[in-house]
């Protein structure tokens, strides 16, 4: 049986940690090929022409880790289920150093704030604060993501 967490389970301050994971040069590559491909996600040659001076993520790519990530670490509880609706958005998303091939990720996700809905009752939104960590302990990314939740049945 698994244990459902609503809306009034969650309280500020409550943190999760997710990761690690370990992103390849390949993976860099195949993202941006894909997704962004701008010259310094697709080599080091192009890379060091620019700031980044050698292959760098894209911050897409960065973010969709992250998520990928919380999804495992969510999963690797199966007896603990989030009530959440869906994400509303995301505030203030920060790609905050580069990441390269070979970097070890991991992550934190903090309640920072909580507000039950006045027009609907059946739910509540929550914004945490997700920061991304090297394996130096270095932010990589932060942001905000806005989620909503059930809230517990009557």
Known sequence: ????????????????????????REEIIAFATEFDPQPFHLSD????????GSLASSGWHSTALSMKMMVAGWQREPNIRPAGLGAIGVDELRWLQPVRPGDTLRGTSEVIEKKASRSRPEMGVITTLVTLFNQRDEPVLSMKPIVMFRTRPA
Do not use: V
């Open 45 to 52: 040659e192009a890379a060091a022409e620019t700031h980044f």
């Open 1 to 24: 049986m698994s244990e459902i967490i609503y809306f009034e389970d969650i309280a500020l301050g409550d943190r999760k940690e997710f990761g690690p994971y370990t992103i390849s």
